[in-house]
């Protein structure tokens, strides 16, 4: 008892500040200090769910020597995307051989990101009216352009205007200036988040926004505009950009993706709307790529709009393959096959309508639709 | 489609909770926890001395709680089984002489599960134990018995005084005043 501490120890929680990738492993550092000797020291570490423990428990018992910092490392895995808060770190300690105690405290908390990114998108450079050579927004192509790629020798059929002269006189060789060509293409991504069917984190808005994610990736990555709109979410629409920037911005928005709940009446009526008018507000040129589960009339409704109004739309269905309903009782089951006919019914009728429908399945999904879309892009129309 | 799965209720759950937390237990915890179950079993089968009828039943009331202090140990059960053990031990020998090796093996198993309950209950069930915490609560557990140990040696070879009331009970006033009044003294301070 003569040696029994004094003051009352300290904790801290020091959280990942970066954003984390799904599947990526993370070290959260809990930090123990006392004045005073302390014979047991418990620490808790609360972690909100999908931000597991890699093997070893979130809990550690130490003893922490007088003046002593004690750093404990809880290795978690993040298994879905999201903001999440992170702790807050909880110690109980304990001191003369057991006979006093004292605690809980609680350290700080943290906010973990997690970007949906789990899986890298490929797709051949098939989009439909990429006007190679106009337009406002640069590319990663070499070209005619604004934006400045270089400085370079003067090859034959390089225009005299292009001539850097600086760099010339102090080489003795002609120099040019290349830039990046401008392109047109533009996607835009149409989420459809009210629903979420099938259980995370392999449900359909987990599919829809991990698709979001590497569609959106690549086509930044190639240097095309990327735009996106959230169906789920009244006037949630990320304007088209390019860029990593514009990658961040729209990552961050998907982070905040919600399904709607039944008794959320008047955002729905609000969605109505606002998807009766969405149409109209996707440029002409647009490829419009919607991610959804393809479940009620207004997501086939919204498909069809698009296609009747000229634009390129790929269809991709995030239902998952063992999504169904959870009460097993005798007109379920019926039902259930009652509405996959009328949802391949809907499906079918689509593709008559011109917008292929196609299962994520990671990266090449979409190569054989855009050729397809592509090719029926570039085909004479009939103007009525 | 996907519902919320219904929370099962009453005392089912908390079974049910029990053998989650126990699937969850570390090596650690579920070796100190098996020592506190093996110390208490032992002192609640030996302090009756083999009288089932009055001592015997009093250990036998104190099983459950062994168990309940196996499975949350910063709870009175520990205490309980202490309690029972020491209960059985005086309604069996009272006032009369006990036999030596019962007396240790009792204290010794005593103590041993008042010190695991202790070091299980300072640390949360699902934690994992620093080395540095288990030598230090060794440490001081062998400290202890062997103090205890030697104190009983001593004695047995001193030769033990005749059987009496008056002195047993200064015994124990003498022995709760050795460990309450620096407890008190410190805690003021």
């Given at each position: 008892m003569a040696r029994r501490p004094r003051g009352r120890p300290e904790i801290r929680l020091a959280a990942p500040t970066r954003a984390l990738l799904e599947g990526e492993r993370v070290d959260a550092v809990v930090t123990v200090t006392a004045a005073d000797r302390v014979d047991i020291a418990s620490v808790v570490l609360l972690t909100p769910a999908w931000l597991v423990p890699d093997g070893a428990p979130l809990a550690?018992?130490?003893?922490?020597?007088?003046?002593?910092?004690?750093?404990?490392?809880?290795?978690?895995?993040?298994?879905?995307?999201?903001?999440?808060?992170?702790?807050?770190?909880?110690?109980?300690?304990?001191?003369?051989?057991?006979?006093?105690?004292?605690g809980p405290y609680a350290s700080g908390v943290g906010l973990v990101t997690t970007w949906?990114?789990?899986?890298?998108?490929?797709?051949?450079?098939?989009?439909?009216?990429?006007?190679?050579?106009?337009?406002?927004?640069?590319?990663?192509?070499?070209?005619?352009?604004?934006?400045?790629?270089?400085?370079?020798?003067?090859?034959?059929?390089?225009?005299l205007h292009r001539v850097n002269w600086r760099v010339t006189q102090r080489t003795g060789r002609l120099h040019v200036t290349s830039t990046y060509s401008d392109r047109d293409a533009e996607v835009v991504l149409v989420l459809d988040s009210r629903q979420d069917l099938g259980r995370p984190p392999v449900s359909s808005l987990d599919t829809g926004v991990r698709a979001a994610a590497a569609i959106a990736e690549h086509y930044l990555r190639e240097g095309d505009r990327v735009g996106l709109?959230?169906?789920?979410?009244?006037?949630?629409?990320?304007?088209?950009?390019?860029g990593r920037t514009h990658l961040v911005h729209l990552l961050d928005v998907l982070l905040d993706v919600r399904p709607l709940h039944w008794y959320d009446l008047s955002e729905r009526a609000a969605i109505q709307l606002g998807t009766a008018s969405l149409p109209a507000a996707v440029p002409a040129?647009?490829?419009?790529?919607?991610?959804?589960?393809?479940?009620?009339e207004a997501a086939f409704r919204l498909l069809a709009g698009l296609a009747r109004t000229g634009r390129s739309v790929v269809a991709v269905d995030t239902l998952p393959a063992d999504a169904g309903p959870e009460s097993d009782t005798l007109w379920t089951g019926l039902a259930y096959r009652l509405w996959q006919l009328e949802r391949?019914?809907?499906?079918?009728?689509?593709?008559?309508?011109?917008?292929p429908v196609v299962p994520w399945r990671g990266a090449g999904s979409l190569d054989q639709v855009l050729r397809d879309v592509s090719r029926a892009a570039r085909a004479p129309r009939l103007r009525r | 489609m996907t519902r919320p799965r219904r929370v099962a209720a009453g005392a089912g759950a908390a079974v049910t909770g029990q053998v989650r937390l126990l699937r969850r237990l570390p090596a650690e915890q579920f070796a100190f926890r098996g020592l506190m179950l093996l110390t208490g079993a032992a002192a609640l089968l030996i302090a009756p001395g083999g009288r089932l009828i009055l001592p015997g039943l009093v250990a036998l009331v104190a099983v459950p709680a062994l168990l309940a202090?196996?499975?949350?140990?910063?709870?009175?059960?520990?205490?309980?089984?202490l309690g029972a053990a020491a209960g059985a031990w005086t309604i069996r020998y009272g006032v009369?002489?006990?036999?030596?090796?019962?007396?240790?093996?009792?204290?010794?198993?005593?103590?041993?599960h008042h010190s695991t309950a202790a070091l299980c209950a300072a640390t949360a069930p699902t934690s994992r134990i620093e080395p540095s915490v288990v030598v230090r609560w060794a440490g001081q557990l062998a400290a202890g018995l062997a103090v205890a140990g030697g104190v009983a040696a001593m004695l047995r070879l001193l030769g033990r005084p005749a059987a009496s009331v008056p002195l047993e009970l200064a015994g124990v006033a003498a022995t709760v005043l050795v460990v309450a009044v620096p407890v008190v003294l410190a805690r003021r301070g």
């Amino acid at each position: 008892m003569a040696r029994r501490p004094r003051g009352r120890p300290e904790i801290r929680l020091a959280a990942p500040t970066r954003a984390l990738l799904e599947g990526e492993r993370v070290d959260a550092v809990v930090t123990v200090t006392a004045a005073d000797r302390v014979d047991i020291a418990s620490v808790v570490l609360l972690t909100p769910a999908w931000l597991v423990p890699d093997g070893a428990p979130l809990a550690q018992a130490v003893a922490v020597g007088a003046g002593d910092e004690v750093e404990l490392a809880f290795r978690l895995h993040c298994q879905r995307w999201g903001r999440r808060q992170l702790g807050p770190a909880v110690l109980r300690a304990t001191g003369a051989h057991g006979m006093l105690r004292c605690g809980p405290y609680a350290s700080g908390v943290g906010l973990v990101t997690t970007w949906p990114l789990r899986e890298e998108f490929v797709a051949t450079d098939a989009l439909p009216r990429a006007a190679g050579l106009v337009g406002l927004h640069g590319s990663r192509r070499f070209g005619e352009g604004t934006d400045i790629a270089g400085v370079r020798p003067f090859t034959p059929g390089d225009r005299l205007h292009r001539v850097n002269w600086r760099v010339t006189q102090r080489t003795g060789r002609l120099h040019v200036t290349s830039t990046y060509s401008d392109r047109d293409a533009e996607v835009v991504l149409v989420l459809d988040s009210r629903q979420d069917l099938g259980r995370p984190p392999v449900s359909s808005l987990d599919t829809g926004v991990r698709a979001a994610a590497a569609i959106a990736e690549h086509y930044l990555r190639e240097g095309d505009r990327v735009g996106l709109v959230d169906i789920g979410q009244h006037l949630r629409r990320v304007r088209a950009g390019n860029g990593r920037t514009h990658l961040v911005h729209l990552l961050d928005v998907l982070l905040d993706v919600r399904p709607l709940h039944w008794y959320d009446l008047s955002e729905r009526a609000a969605i109505q709307l606002g998807t009766a008018s969405l149409p109209a507000a996707v440029p002409a040129g647009a490829l419009v790529v919607m991610l959804g589960p393809l479940a009620g009339e207004a997501a086939f409704r919204l498909l069809a709009g698009l296609a009747r109004t000229g634009r390129s739309v790929v269809a991709v269905d995030t239902l998952p393959a063992d999504a169904g309903p959870e009460s097993d009782t005798l007109w379920t089951g019926l039902a259930y096959r009652l509405w996959q006919l009328e949802r391949e019914g809907d499906i079918v009728q689509l593709r008559d309508l011109g917008v292929p429908v196609v299962p994520w399945r990671g990266a090449g999904s979409l190569d054989q639709v855009l050729r397809d879309v592509s090719r029926a892009a570039r085909a004479p129309r009939l103007r009525r | 489609m996907t519902r919320p799965r219904r929370v099962a209720a009453g005392a089912g759950a908390a079974v049910t909770g029990q053998v989650r937390l126990l699937r969850r237990l570390p090596a650690e915890q579920f070796a100190f926890r098996g020592l506190m179950l093996l110390t208490g079993a032992a002192a609640l089968l030996i302090a009756p001395g083999g009288r089932l009828i009055l001592p015997g039943l009093v250990a036998l009331v104190a099983v459950p709680a062994l168990l309940a202090g196996v499975l949350s140990p910063d709870g009175g059960a520990p205490a309980v089984v202490l309690g029972a053990a020491a209960g059985a031990w005086t309604i069996r020998y009272g006032v009369a002489t006990a036999p030596f090796d019962a007396t240790l093996a009792v204290a010794a198993a005593l103590a041993v599960h008042h010190s695991t309950a202790a070091l299980c209950a300072a640390t949360a069930p699902t934690s994992r134990i620093e080395p540095s915490v288990v030598v230090r609560w060794a440490g001081q557990l062998a400290a202890g018995l062997a103090v205890a140990g030697g104190v009983a040696a001593m004695l047995r070879l001193l030769g033990r005084p005749a059987a009496s009331v008056p002195l047993e009970l200064a015994g124990v006033a003498a022995t709760v005043l050795v460990v309450a009044v620096p407890v008190v003294l410190a805690r003021r301070g």
